[in-house]
């Protein structure tokens, strides 16, 4: 299998702004700094998008999880690890490309290199 980098870029923004519509009930987006969970929850709805049958079962659970935290931020049940005066929006920031406000000038995508869309490991190097 090869890993289509378009598409595996439109699934992340897409997921990312699905994301942001339920966290941007609690939390002004884009986050300045975005927190591992976030990733994880986006990697796995994007991981999702990307089957172009149905999914496995796995998937599929990893997922509704994910919507689930969604839901959960959302209601303000679960809150983000967010340093102090972390929830600002990035100055210029818009809904394509987010910064990660730690001064280097990385992408949110730039952000999520190195996280797996396999809840139990990172892509291995020769799937990168």
Known sequence: RVIN????EEAIKDQTDIADAY????????LASVPRVVKSIIAALARE?????????????????????LRDISA??????IEAGGTTPVI???????????????TFKEQLDGYSI???GFIPAWRR
Do not use: F, W
């Open 5 to 8: 980098g378009p598409k595996l």
């Open 23 to 30: 966290i941007g009930n609690r939390y002004d987006t884009p």
């Open 49 to 69: 998008a990307l089957h172009k049958t149905k999914p496995t079962p796995e998937v599929t659970a990893a997922a509704d999880r994910a919507r689930v935290q």
């Open 76 to 81: 303000g049940r679960m809150g983000l690890p």
């Open 92 to 106: 210029g920031g818009n809904r394509t490309s987010r910064t990660s406000g730690d001064g280097t000038g990385s």
């Open 118 to 120: 396999n809840p139990g």
